[in-house]
T-cell receptor, first 114, second 113 residues
Framework: EPEVTQTPSHQVTQMGQEVILRCVPI?????FYWYRQILGQKVEFLVS????????KSEIFDDQFSVERPDGSNFTLKIRSTKLEDSAMYFC????????????FGQGTRLTVV | DQQVKQNSPSLSVQEGRISILNCDYT??????FLWYKKYPAEGPTFLIS???IKDKNEDGRFTVFLNKSAKHLSLHIVPSQPGDSAVYFC????????????WGLGTSLAVNP
């Protein structure tokens, strides 16, 4: 069964460092997303990506964040200068063309900023 | 921002009995609702969904009921099995191809043998 894969599963980084979280969405999907879940809090939408551009972003997704789909298969989330409050589980998701269809999620990357 | 609420953080049921998980929402623009299941150290796994034009959707042991006038939906699992023990998230989205999901806090279900 096709699946969304994320790497790494766990990343520890120093505050102020840049991190890149990687995702390989399901191959025929067209919509791509990043969500995050801070421990004990809700899953929060960060950004959606369609047709090689951001289609929507939340207020969390400030200019420290960026996304790319560099080669038609990978989908990356970059945090330029990490803060302690960026520590969270980051989930990548992808969705097919149909409007009423579910998004499939990766297993997540646990980001710890120290 | 409490657009999707799951007011029960946890639920415990006996194996073989019915589990009922509840979800309330406030945004009347939501037209598609989903339930995801999550095990520790894994990503959310899609379980079942319902469009706002329906009031019930069934898939095997899982049934989702939607009451639009009350802005309430529920997930019924019957019979419950120990393998159903997980965190269940209710999520909702507004019409449009983007379909970003707005999530509840989740309900941790424990099914006891």
């Amino acid at each position: 069964e096709p699946e969304v894969t994320q790497t790494p599963s766990h990343q520890v980084t120093q505050m102020g460092q840049e991190v890149i979280l990687r995702c390989v969405p399901i191959s025929n999907h067209l919509y791509f997303y990043w969500y995050r879940q801070i421990l004990g809090q809700k899953v929060e939408f960060l950004v959606s990506f369609y047709n090689n551009e951001i289609s929507e972003k939340s207020e969390i997704f400030d200019d420290q964040f960026s996304v790319e789909r560099p080669d038609g298969s990978n989908f990356t989330l970059k945090i330029r200068s990490t803060k302690l409050e960026d520590s969270a589980m980051y989930f990548c998701a992808s969705k097919g063309r149909a409007m009423n269809t579910e998004a499939f999620f990766g297993q997540g990357t646990r980001l710890t900023v120290v | 921002d409490q657009q999707v609420k799951q007011n029960s953080p946890s639920l415990s049921v006996q194996e073989g009995r019915i589990s009922i998980l509840n979800c309330d929402y406030t945004n009347s623009m939501f037209d598609y609702f989903l339930w995801y299941k999550k095990y520790p150290a894994e990503g959310p796994t899609f379980l079942i969904s319902i469009s706002s034009i329906k009031d019930k959707n069934e898939d095997g042991r899982f049934t989702v009921f939607l009451n639009k006038s009350a802005k309430h939906l529920s997930l019924h699992i019957v019979p419950s099995q120990p393998g159903d023990s997980a965190v269940y998230f209710c999520a909702a989205s507004v019409a449009g191809n983007n379909r970003k999901l707005i999530w509840g806090l989740g309900t941790s279900l424990a099914v006891n043998p």
